[in-house]
């Protein structure tokens, strides 16, 4: 499996942003896939996850309200909109795919997700 985001970029507080992943290589269905960001000297943040094949999504407290988190089984794509910018959601954003091999699994965490996308930087000047 390998994810390429892209459509990061330097923009004002409020403004908006559309991030996309394109994803090959899926064998299935069965797999949950998330937006996480990072910044420098800190953990890895799951933003938002959706699981491929259905519409179960996840939203970290920060950004509920603000992102919303999609994707086109058609094109095999998954998308962040980004409402609202801050200066806080100034990071590099990764797309990555956790295949689900069992009915209980953690998709919080990122050791957790087998494939990882290059990240796209996004920047939200104040």
């Known amino acids: 499996v390998q994810l390429q985001a892209s459509g990061g970029g330097q923009v004002q507080v409020g403004d908006s942003l559309r991030l996309s992943c394109a994803i090959t290589?899926?064998?299935?269905?069965?797999?949950?896939m998330g937006w996480f960001r990072q910044v420098p000297g800190k953990d890895r943040e799951l933003v938002a996850s959706?699981?491929?094949?259905?519409?179960?999504?996840t939203y970290a407290d920060s950004v509920k309200g603000r992102f919303t988190i999609s994707r086109d089984m058609a094109k095999n794509t998954m998308y962040l909109q980004m409402n609202s910018l801050k200066p806080e959601d100034t990071a590099v954003y990764h797309c990555?795919?956790?295949?689900?091999?069992?009915?209980?699994?953690?998709?919080?965490?990122?050791?957790?997700?087998?494939?990882w996308g290059r990240g796209t930087q996004v920047t939200v000047s104040s």
């Open positions: 959706i699981i491929w094949s259905g519409r179960f999504t």
């Open positions: 990555a795919a956790l295949r689900i091999r069992s009915v209980q699994y953690y998709y919080q965490r990122p050791e957790n997700y087998e494939f």
């Open positions: 290589g899926l064998t299935s269905t069965g797999y949950h």
